[in-house]
């Protein structure tokens, strides 16, 4: 018997139309579908699930792994190790997977990290990228992320205005990822530049806020499925 391939399947950013036609196709095809989602105070929740369900999936087998919310990765470490023995057992069963994620496939992407137990496992996978946040972002405010010559950086967790200010002597653009763990440290100081600032949260999906004025951001819990373009 011919086993099929793995695949590692990126969802974008929110938007359920907002999958590649590939995506979609594979996601018809296979049999079982394995989807990340997170633990919080001791509850499941998963951003990409309503994905699936919005476009039937959940009729299909599907398997959910959750993450603590945490900087300690002991459990998440656990967590990838044996989703991906229940993934090869299911693979050696003869069944057609997928493993989705939220945004593209390759960038700060959880499932880099199964994607790396899977090939320890020796098991063949094929990935099929996918929109990312602050692509939708930049569309959503209208703005481009650069043009001609202009010079980008995608920069995760800052936790001062001193970094931000470095980078901008290098890049005109600098993306901030995962801005909650910093942005109290550093939101008063953004707010005195002369820089352009596109925040973005939760795109792409029912509670999307997006807005260029950070005075309005004064009072505002920051999720972490947040983002901040920032240009010179």
């Known amino acids: 018997m011919i086993l099929q391939t793995i695949y590692g399947i990126a969802l974008g950013p929110g938007d359920p139309e907002l999958l590649t036609l590939k995506a979609l196709r594979t996601?018809?095809?296979?049999?079982?579908?394995?989807?990340?989602?997170?633990?919080?105070?001791?509850?499941?929740?998963?951003?990409?699930?309503?994905?699936?369900?919005?476009?039937?999936?959940?009729?299909?087998?599907?398997?959910?792994?959750?993450?603590?919310?945490?900087?300690?990765?002991?459990?998440?470490?656990?967590?990838?190790?044996?989703?991906?023995?229940?993934?090869?057992?299911?693979?050696?069963?003869?069944?057609?997977?997928?493993?989705?994620?939220?945004?593209?496939?390759?960038?700060?992407?959880?499932?880099?990290?199964?994607?790396?137990?899977?090939?320890?496992?020796?098991?063949?996978?094929?990935?099929?990228?996918?929109?990312?946040?602050?692509?939708?972002?930049?569309?959503?405010?209208?703005?481009?992320?650069?043009?001609?010559?202009?010079?980008?950086?995608?920069?995760?967790?800052?936790?001062e205005i001193s970094e931000i200010t470095k980078y901008f002597e290098v890049f005109d653009t600098v993306i901030l990822m995962k801005i909650r763990s910093g942005w109290n440290n550093f939101r008063l100081e953004l707010a005195k530049k002369d820089w352009n600032c596109y925040y973005c949260e939760r795109l792409g999906t029912n509670q999307e806020y997006i807005t260029s004025d950070l005075t309005k951001l004064t009072h505002r819990e920051i999720p972490y499925f947040s983002l901040l373009i920032i240009k010179k």
């Open 27 to 159: 996601l018809k095809e296979v049999d079982l579908i394995f989807y990340p989602g997170s633990i919080t105070k001791g509850t499941k929740k998963s951003y990409v699930f309503p994905i699936l369900q919005y476009h039937g999936l959940e009729k299909k087998e599907l398997k959910g792994f959750f993450l603590k919310m945490s900087s300690d990765r002991t459990q998440a470490s656990t967590v990838y190790a044996q989703t991906a023995k229940e993934i090869k057992e299911a693979y050696h069963l003869g069944k057609k997977i997928a493993i989705v994620c939220e945004g593209d496939i390759s960038l700060y992407a959880s499932f880099s990290y199964l994607l790396a137990e899977l090939q320890d496992l020796q098991l063949p996978v094929s990935l099929i990228p996918g929109i990312n946040s602050f692509s939708l972002g930049a569309a959503q405010h209208l703005v481009p992320l650069s043009l001609l010559d202009d010079k980008i950086a995608v920069i995760p967790r800052i936790k």
